[in-house]
């Protein structure tokens, strides 16, 4: 989870700067489409899906909330403010034609969506899609796909890239 956050507060980073390029027009990420896709797998043989609706979310920043020692660690929560789903992907149990045929169905899915960054880490690509806010003050649907290691994160809602600057500098 470490590595994730790590990861996201990069891409926030750079974006910010303007380091991160589109080399062509690229779409929002289509939700709806991705959410379908993940509910066509769920319960499948091999297919974990966790996820956390608008309600369970606001459970859960209660919980994260009450559970944070100090004023720091509660402002660091108020990443999660814009979050209104979460869905995380876990099909390494899969069988080789089930997991090829995901990566397929959602690479073809992505295939426009602008790609805030992709990371190579040994062997393994991580590939993060989302779409910034024209004034960069917020990414809208964060998408993060491991094909390799068979995980596929979605963080559905907005961030701010100001709450991951300052998660950045608490750290």
């Given at each position: 989870?470490?590595?994730?956050?790590?990861?996201?507060?990069?891409?926030?980073?750079?974006?910010?700067?303007?380091?991160?390029?589109?080399?062509?027009?690229?779409?929002?990420?289509?939700?709806?489409?991705?959410?379908?896709?993940?509910?066509?797998?769920?319960?499948?043989?091999?297919?974990?899906?966790?996820?956390?609706?608008?309600?369970?979310?606001?459970?859960?920043?209660?919980?994260?909330?009450?559970?944070?020692?100090?004023?720091?660690?509660?402002?660091?929560?108020?990443?999660?403010?814009?979050?209104?789903?979460?869905?995380?992907?876990?099909?390494?149990?899969?069988?080789?034609?089930?997991?090829?045929?995901?990566?397929?169905?959602?690479?073809?899915?992505?295939?426009?969506?602008?790609?805030?960054?992709?990371?190579?880490?040994s062997g393994d690509s991580v590939d993060i899609y989302g779409t910034m806010s024209k004034d960069g003050d917020r990414i809208n649907d964060i998408?993060?796909?491991?094909?390799?290691?068979?995980?596929?994160?979605?963080?559905?809602?907005?961030i701010r890239t100001e709450d991951l600057g300052d998660i950045v500098k608490m750290n």
């Amino acid at each position: 989870m470490k590595k994730l956050i790590s990861i996201i507060m990069l891409v926030v980073m750079t974006a910010g700067t303007g380091i991160v390029h589109a080399a062509v027009p690229q779409e929002k990420v289509d939700t709806d489409a991705v959410a379908r896709l993940i509910d066509r797998y769920d319960g499948k043989e091999g297919f974990e899906v966790v996820s956390f609706g608008n309600v369970a979310m606001g459970l859960v920043k209660l919980l994260a909330n009450a559970a944070a020692e100090d004023q720091e660690e509660k402002e660091a929560l108020d990443i999660l403010d814009g979050i209104y789903k979460f869905v995380a992907v876990e099909y390494y149990g899969a069988s080789a034609d089930r997991k090829a045929a995901f990566n397929r169905e959602m690479s073809e899915l992505l295939r426009n969506a602008e790609k805030i960054m992709e990371v190579k880490d040994s062997g393994d690509s991580v590939d993060i899609y989302g779409t910034m806010s024209k004034d960069g003050d917020r990414i809208n649907d964060i998408i993060i796909h491991v094909p390799e290691d068979c995980t596929f994160v979605c963080f559905f809602g907005n961030i701010r890239t100001e709450d991951l600057g300052d998660i950045v500098k608490m750290n």
